[in-house]
């Protein structure tokens, strides 16, 4: 059974950071997605077992996601945070190998953590 733990989130002001956290049992790839009330899950970021990456356009530049294979932990660190950003932050993990992990779709992840909040006041 694959079972992950997040941790971190909360409240912060717009322009601060924030970092997620969450340790999972055994996966191939990782990634966090967030749902902001009245909108559907969208994908972050992503990030395989051997450390390749991908990001949602929102997030470029703001957002970098790791892992510590030691920890079996990925973390999600968020700079530069926006009240856009405010949702409930979910990490996902997949434990077959897919070509499509990259296009962060809900579909390819079949576990899920049970979320944290993040709100980002203006």
């Known amino acids: 059974q694959v079972q992950l733990v997040e941790s971190g989130g909360g409240s912060v002001q717009s322009g601060g950071s924030l970092r997620l956290s969450c340790e999972v049992s055994?996966?191939?790839?990782m990634g966090w997605f967030r749902q902001a009330p009245g909108k559907e899950r969208e994908g972050v970021a992503a990030?395989?077992?051997?450390?390749?990456?991908n990001y949602a356009d929102s997030v470029k530049g703001r957002f970098t996601i790791t892992q510590d294979n030691a920890k079996n932990t990925m973390y999600l660190q968020m700079d530069r945070l926006n009240p856009e950003d405010t949702a409930m932050y979910y990490c996902?993990?997949?434990?077959?190998?897919?070509?499509?992990?990259?296009?962060?779709?809900?579909?390819?992840?079949?576990?899920w953590g049970q979320g944290t909040q993040v709100t980002v006041s203006s």
């Open positions: 996902a993990a997949a434990t077959s190998v897919s070509s499509n992990w990259w296009l962060l779709r809900v579909t390819d992840f079949g576990y």
């Open positions: 055994v996966y191939t790839y």
């Open positions: 990030i395989t077992k051997t450390g390749t990456t």
